[in-house]
Nanobody, 125 residues
């Protein structure tokens, strides 16, 4: 059984930073695809970042490009999302997800097989 647990969410002021973690258990995530999504109240879920863990290639939505960085710690089976220069519009529940294969549609929720429970991020102005 694959299990993902996010942590690291919280409340920060605009311009601040947070680092989210996604711990994966149940299988080694090497050669798989890991994504980060967020959903703000009243809005649709948004795919914001992805890492193809075999190649290390990363992908970002325009809304976070240049501010967020996704990185792996293979020894810990954990994926991180470093979030810098946070804005009030980054306020959302953040989720990680994993898939057995990587696809160009990494930003779609349907591209993933397993999800975490989410961690909340609130950015105040």
């Amino acid at each position: 059984q694959v299990h993902l647990v996010e942590s690291g969410g919280g409340s920060v002021q605009a311009g601040g930073t947070l680092r989210l973690s996604c711990a994966v258990s149940g299988y080694a995530y090497s050669y798989y695809s890991m994504g980060w999504f967020r959903q703000a109240p009243g809005k649709e879920r948004e795919g914001i970042a992805n890492i193809a863990t075999a190649s290390g290639s990363t992908y970002y939505a325009d809304s976070v490009k240049g501010r967020f960085t996704v990185s792996p710690d293979k020894a810990k089976n954990t994926i991180y999302l470093q979030m810098n220069s946070l804005k009030p519009e980054d306020t959302a529940m953040y989720y990680c997800a994993t898939a057995r294969i990587w696809t160009p549609d990494w930003y779609r929720g349907s591209s993933y097989d397993y999800w975490g429970q989410g961690t909340p991020v609130t950015v105040s102005s």
